[in-house]
């Protein structure tokens, strides 16, 4: 009996039962998700945008858990059809933790896309002079995060093949290489394409006019376009995140009953990853509890931004009299 198999068919069924209740029962938007929505936004809510904010995170809520079963089942083919070795078993619940990470950015960036590029139809819009570019709202961190953590994710993967070529010591000489070089590899490819998607994307939502009747709504939707690009920003970012803990632990794994070299690359790995998990806890800690004024707030509404930055609070009453 294989119990491999056994135990990944257990989990990754329970998870898609779980994963896909949830993607059906998601019909209504808390009071809490709207406030999250408008402090993030740096914008009250009004009766306006309201049913257009319930109906953007309800659609985004759906794609994430959507995205999630997608990526559950592609990793649950995976690890039952690829050759397992103990290596590549033990690092099986990271890999399945991580593609399903990588599944639900994937479904927020493609639930943004649909909303950023409904058709707008003859709706008003007001006139604005000059056009708003990635730049207005998309921060130096958002734009480069995503781009930085690809090209560290790409050395891990050279270093990987480097020390599996030298294999010092005969650090890999139990482990299968094949089972080293797909997970890390993989995940990176998908980061790469979700990085190239999200460019093309966001041009097209760039291009794409902006319905307003008022400064409120065009305020809100500078902030949703802002949401939009973020998370396209962020989705090859989680990819490569995901890659280089792959290629970490997939090295401390292979090596650790390996002697000399190959435990001082294990630990070596071991190390590495161990920092690499604190700094991530720690930039999400400071993500959920740090309160900066939105770029976007910044650099379009700066008349806003005063008042967030004046009152001290996450949430101000309107955009009035704030349009540059």
Request: positive net charge.
């Amino acid at each position: 009996m294989d119990y491999y198999k056994i135990t990944v068919l257990v989990v990754c069924g329970v998870m898609l039962i779980v994963f896909g209740w949830l993607a059906l029962r998601t019909t209504k938007v808390s009071a809490r998700a709207l406030r999250e929505t408008a402090r993030r936004a740096g914008l009250a809510i009004t009766p306006e945008v309201e049913p257009v904010l319930v109906a953007r995170i309800r659609a985004r809520t759906r794609s994430i858990l959507i995205g999630t079963v997608i990526a559950l089942i592609v990793a649950a083919a995976v690890l039952l059809t690829l050759p397992v070795t103990a290596d590549g078993a033990a690092s099986a619940p990271l890999l399945l933790v991580v593609l399903t990470g990588l599944g639900a950015a994937l479904g927020a960036a493609v639930a943004e896309s649909r909303s950023a590029l409904v058709s707008l139809g003859n709706r008003p819009r007001l006139a604005r002079t000059p056009t708003p570019t990635r730049a207005d709202y998309l921060s130096t961190v958002d734009r480069w995060c995503g781009p930085a953590l690809l090209g560290f994710s790409g050395v891990a993967l050279v270093g990987m093949a480097v020390v599996i070529l030298a294999n010092p010591d005969a650090a890999f000489a139990g482990a299968d290489l094949g089972a080293l070089w797909w997970p890390g590899a993989a995940i990176w490819l998908i980061a790469l394409t979700s990085a190239v998607t999200g460019r093309i994307l966001t041009m097209r939502v760039l291009q794409t006019g902006q319905p307003a009747r008022d400064d409120i709504e065009l305020a809100w939707s500078d902030a949703l376009r802002s949401l939009t690009l973020r998370a396209f920003a962020q989705a090859p970012a989680v990819g490569a995140v995901c890659s280089v803990i792959t290629v970490l632990q997939t090295m401390s794994a292979a090596s650790a009953d390996a002697q000399g070299a190959g435990r001082i690359i294990s630990l070596a790995a071991s190390v590495a990853l161990l920092v690499f998990a604190l700094a991530l806890v720690w930039l999400a800690l400071w993500l959920a509890f740090a309160n900066p004024i939105p770029h976007y707030l910044t650099r379009l509404w700066p008349a806003v931004a005063a008042q967030l930055r004046a009152s001290a609070q996450a949430v101000t009453a309107s955009p009035d009299q704030a349009r540059p």
